[in-house]
């Protein structure tokens, strides 16, 4: 019965936090992505720079790289990248988000 206990109390949270990362939909962040003219600036499909614009291939993999960095750039742009705070709903962000972790 302890043992019952322990496995719950240890697999419960990571069905919880699986499940909610699927309720995004990185489908409709690609969508987002394109009509938002983030692939105007960015590459995605190689490590090659455009401009100033880094590449978000591997994005999540980049050192140092966390997701509040990502969102803050996102909302507030600067050195050349334009601020979507404004632009995106939080479902969007929350989808673009999902999809940028797929490259
Ligand atoms: C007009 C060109 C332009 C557009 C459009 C643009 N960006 Fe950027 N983005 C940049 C530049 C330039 C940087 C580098 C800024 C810096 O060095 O601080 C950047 C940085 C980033 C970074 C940080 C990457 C890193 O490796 O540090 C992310 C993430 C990002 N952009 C995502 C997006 C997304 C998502 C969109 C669309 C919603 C978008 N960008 C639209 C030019 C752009």
Sequence with gaps: ???MKRF????????????SA??????????VFE???CMGCH?????EKRGNAPAL????????MTEAKVVDKIKKG??????????LEKADMENLLAYLKTL
């Design 35 to 37: 009509n938002s003219a």
């Design 78 to 87: 600067g050195n050349g990248m334009p601020p979507y705070e404004e632009q």
């Design 22 to 31: 699927m309720a995004f939909d990185a489908k409709k962040g690609q969508e």
């Design 43 to 47: 590459n995605t499909d190689t490590d």
């Design 8 to 19: 719950f109390a240890l697999t419960a949270p990571a069905i919880l936090l699986t499940g």
């Design 1 to 3: 019965m302890t043992m």
């Design 57 to 64: 291939k591997g994005l999540y993999k980049k050192e140092g």
